[in-house]
């Protein structure tokens, strides 16, 4: 059944929370593919008129990092039912690569990130919020091992980032979100229950077995 509006599902949570793993699990219980899924990730400002050296030193945990303004304009694309050409980040040079990548519009979006739930335009487009809520020495562990393993960053330099900025950023902006979530889901990609009880309400929505009689 096609509606008159997509739904917009918030999964904020710190980094290495388990979000995409919540996000990939939500999404790979509807096979039949009725589900958009935009990282903010995808959203970092681009910085090619920056040297290398200066892109480091960015403070990636700060919500100005991001590109909201067009992030949000995407949303309400989507929002109409038009598709949209996502950005595609590189975290290896710290910038957005030349690929976009087209995003057809569906039922439900998925909007995931570390500070999805921080900017009120964001939080007013949703109509559920998640937080993912894992322990932060679970979180640095698995960050750790994604970060040399696929992000090109040394154990050094992890960790380094890790005290500096991730953590202060983190208890700054990232944990208040999570007094906007509706629902808070304990240990991320591990908590089935949790995951099954998202994709049972996403579907009463989507077969509108939610609908209000008195709307
Ligand atoms: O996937 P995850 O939620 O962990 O991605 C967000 C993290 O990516 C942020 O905590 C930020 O420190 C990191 N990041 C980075 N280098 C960039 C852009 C983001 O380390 N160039």
Redesign the pocket.
Known sequence: MSRKKPIVIGVA?????G??TVTRKIYRSFPDKSIAVI???AY?KAQDDKPFEE?LL?N??HPL?FDTDLLIAHIHELLQFHPIKKPV?D?TV??RSDKIVPVEPKDVIILE??LILEDRRLRDLMDIKVFVDTDSDLRIIR?LL??TEE?G?SVESVIN?YLT??RP??LQFVEPTKRYADIIIPEGGKNTVAIDLMATKIRAVLDGADASPFD
């Open positions: 949570g710190g980094t290495g929370s979000k995409t990282q903010q990730d970092y892109r960015t990636y945990d990092a980040y975290y710290h910038t990130g570390i960050r994604r970060d992000r960053r980032q900025v991730v950023m983190h």
